[in-house]
């Protein structure tokens, strides 16, 4: 609530003849751009999706869901298939979605299952979180990408207009992708794909080819201070080789003790665990056999039940070396997949033990991100001038990148051509949400109030005073309502006319 604001509703409560007044809630002063209703726990038990799982397609009007494309078919988890194969084999069958979701009802807390994206939110909101890694990185990524499909204008950009740092990141070996989904509030959700831990710290040299690590160029010509990056290498080193794993384990934690002080917010991700038909269920070539597959999955193996307990080798490591000697918090991602053997997913060659159905474990890292989050929060944005907000801005990338297959898929269509197309029923559900959204800043509709402290809340109001005090507070309401909305008009204006002059690319939707 705003300084002025308080002021008059403290001089309303002093009118009436009494002092009981009250306050916003901390969830409102952090406020969501959507509106979420908290599902009720009864609901999910008696076979309601969670919202980390789908229910955001099925349980509220989401606008985003029904645009088609890459992102609102994907993350529709089968009910909106791509009809690429590269795409649909990510997601779970019918048997491993009962599996879940039978899982989920036994095993998971209240928490994770009434989450809402408003509960991450916070954390995020005009920061950049960047997902740095392999392809279990790629997944976590993709997961986020779900949770938030409301947040977003589902389109993919390059992370920046810098091309010669463009150019130095699409260069590692692999694939690079230094990619973007533009979000509300200035807000965004990027990834990089980077498979090996020479690549993170650098700098690296592979045949005939070089160049500085990835979060060196990151944090020099892209990144801002406030973002959060999370990391991630793992699968792509054998056992065979643990203290070469080790050396780029050091290599990172010697940056981020370097460079803490001006980005503190970094993350490690646990290598989830693998499920092949191996002694403790690693992928090992001269135990599994064929490369390809498909591969026959089972649960984690008996013979090494030490090392399974402790994370097998690499996390041992990554425990050992980044989080107790350098201090860098670990996303614990590992507990959630050591017995989550049924959801693994295919690939071209069938059956694949090491990457996961979607909505399954990725899900669960979404949660272990947010709680973590939650132990570690993301020191607070500095206060930024209108140039310097508009500098922030103008350095995301403009140019759209199609994603894997995303030609052949099709773009997401403009929400005026979703909305004109919706049954009626649709239509006012969604109008019913745009109401409420403007009603309420916060993802629970029916948060309590607090009391002002030191008030005795034994007094009793007179019924004319307390609605002469309801009356001069909706009063007040409508004005604050007015105004925001002339604002918003003015900013669309602003915007508009920015993009008609090219200046930059717009993120939110």
């Known amino acids: 609530m705003r300084p002025y604001n308080r002021l008059l509703l403290l001089l309303l409560c002093l009118i009436s003849g009494f002092f009981f007044c009250i306050t916003e809630t901390t969830s409102t002063l952090r406020s969501c751009p959507v509106y979420y209703k908290r599902q009720e726990l ?14 955001i397609y099925k349980e509220r009007p989401c606008l985003n869901c029904r645009r088609g494309g890459l992102w609102s078919k994907f993350c529709s988890f089968g009910t909106q298939p791509t009809g690429q194969p590269h795409w649909d084999q990510q997601i779970c069958s019918a048997q491993q979605t009962g599996f879940v ?50 947040f977003q204008d589902l389109h993919t950009y390059y992370a920046s207009n810098n091309y010669t740092a463009m150019g ?33 710290a650098g700098p690296w040299q592979q045949g005939n080819r070089s160049g500085p690590g990835v979060l060196p160029v990151l944090l020099e010509s892209i990144a801002r201070p406030d973002d959060i990056f999370v990391v991630h290498v793992g699968l792509w080193h054998r056992r065979s080789r643990p203290e070469v794993y080790n050396s780029h384990l050091h290599a990172l934690g010697k940056l981020y003790q370097q460079l803490r002080g001006k980005f503190p917010n970094w993350f490690f991700m646990e290598t989830p665990k693998q499920h092949f038909d191996s002694p403790d269920g690693d992928f090992d070539e001269a135990w599994v056999g064929a490369r390809s597959g498909p591969f026959t999955c089972q649960p984690a193996g008996s013979e090494q039940v030490a090392a399974v307990v402790h994370g097998t080798w690499r996390n ?21 997949t050591v017995t989550a ?38 020191q607070a944005l500095q206060q930024a001038n209108a140039t310097q907000k508009k500098r922030k801005r103008d350095a995301w990338g403009c140019a759209k990148v199609l994603d894997r297959e995303e030609s ?8 005026h051509a979703v909305v004109e197309d919706m049954p009626n029923n649709g239509l006012q559900q969604l109008r019913q949400q745009q109401r409420r959204q403007q009603a309420s800043s916060t993802d629970e509709p029916d948060h309590q109030q607090q009391q002002q402290p030191g008030i005795d809340s034994s007094v ?8 002469h005090m309801q009356g001069a507070l909706q009063r007040l309401h409508n004005q604050n309502k007015y105004l925001l909305q002339l604002l ?8 508009q006319a920015r993009l008609v002059a090219g200046r930059r690319c717009t993120g939110g939707t």
């Open 42 to 55: 009864e609901h999910i038990q008696d076979g309601r999706d969670p919202y980390l799982f789908g229910g």
């Open 168 to 200: 130095l990141l699409d260069n590692i070996p692999g694939q690079g992708q230094p990619w973007c989904a533009h979000m509300m509030h200035d807000t965004r959700l990027c990834q990089i794909h980077a498979v090996q831990g020479h690549l993170l």
């Open 316 to 336: 041992a490591a990554v425990h050992s070396v980044l989080e107790r000697q350098y201090g860098m918090p670990v996303l614990p991602v590992y507990n959630s």
């Open 460 to 467: 009793r109001v007179p019924v004319a005073q307390l609605q």
């Open 408 to 415: 052949r898929i099709g773009l997401p269509k403009p929400k």
């Open 488 to 495: 918003r008009q003015r900013r669309r204006q602003q915007r």
């Open 101 to 150: 979701k039978s899982t989920l009802r036994l095993k998971q807390g209240p928490e994770m299952l009434q989450l809402t994206p408003c509960d991450l939110w916070p954390h995020l909101r005009g920061r950049t979180l960047w997902v740095i890694g392999d392809s279990m990185a790629k997944d976590l990524y993709r997961a986020l990408r779900c949770f938030l499909i409301e």
């Open 341 to 378: 053997w049924e959801y693994h997913r295919n690939n071209s060659q069938g059956r694949e033990c090491s990457h996961y159905c979607f909505p399954s474990a990725p899900q669960l890292w979404v949660w272990t991100l947010k709680k973590s989050l939650d132990a570690h929060p993301p």
